[in-house]
C-alpha cells in the first residue's frame, strides 16, 4: 500500500441542505464518521479540515483549519496540502457517502508523488475526490492568495496542463461515488 494521507474537507456551509451535512446520516452512520472511516481505510494520516473545529470532531481526530476562511473548498484543499506528512494526499468532501474504497485505491494507484489523479465526470474535475501530490501546495497557495476566482476548475486545468495532475474519466460503474448530498431531497 502506499503511503499517503487523507483530508476529510468538513467546512461547507450546507446552505441548500439547511443543516449540517456532517452529521445527516446514511445507512445509519453520520455522514463524518462515515467518511473518516473509509479515508482510515486507506491512509496512513487523516484529518478533518474546516474553519473551525466542528463540535463532532472527537479530541483524538487530527483537525486543521482552512488555510483561508471563506474561500471555499480552495482553503481546505491549500489547509491540507500544507499540512500533511506524506508526498500525497486524498482529498474527500463529506457529502459523498458512495465514494468507495475500491475507487480512492484507484485514484491513489493511477498518482505519483509529483502527480496527483483528479477523475473526470462529464467535462467537470471532480477535486473533492482526487489525490493531490504534495508538490502543488505553492500552486494551490498562490491560485488562493492571488486569483480572484476561487474556482477548482481553473485550477485544476492549470494542474493538468503542467503535468502535476492527471485526469481520470470516471467509467459508468463508478458514476454512484460522485453523487452528493446538497438539499434535503438527496
Not at 15 to 36: A, S, T
Not at 145 to 169: F, N, Y
Amino acid at each position: 500500500m502506499t503511503p499517503c494521507s487523507a483530508a476529510l474537507l468538513a467546512g461547507g456551509k450546507s446552505v441548500r441542505m439547511g443543516r449540517d451535512k456532517c452529521l445527516l446520516e446514511f445507512d445509519g452512520v453520520p455522514l463524518w464518521r462515515r467518511q473518516y472511516d473509509l479515508l482510515e481505510a486507506v491512509a496512513a494520516e487523516v484529518m478533518v479540515v474546516a474553519p473551525v473545529r466542528p463540535a463532532w470532531c472527537p479530541e483524538n481526530v487530527h483537525w486543521i483549519a482552512d488555510e483561508v476562511i471563506g474561500c471555499g473548498p480552495l482553503g481546505g484543499l491549500s489547509a491540507a496540502l500544507s499540512s500533511v506528512s506524506h508526498a500525497r494526499v486524498i482529498v474527500l468532501a463529506v457529502d459523498l457517502p458512495q465514494m468507495s474504497e475500491a475507487y480512492l485505491r484507484q485514484l491513489l494507484a493511477l498518482s505519483l508523488d509529483t502527480c496527483g489523479a483528479v477523475p473526470l465526470l462529464d467535462g467537470l474535475f471532480q477535486p473533492l475526490s482526487a489525490v493531490y501530490p504534495k508538490p502543488v501546495a505553492s500552486i494551490v497557495q498562490e491560485h488562493l492568495h492571488r486569483e480572484s476566482d476561487k474556482s477548482l476548475q481553473r485550477l485544476l486545468r492549470g494542474l493538468v496542463a503542467r503535468g502535476a495532475m492527471r485526469s481520470v474519466p470516471v467509467a459508468e460503474a463508478d458514476r454512484p461515488c460522485f453523487r452528493n448530498l446538497n438539499t434535503p431531497a438527496d
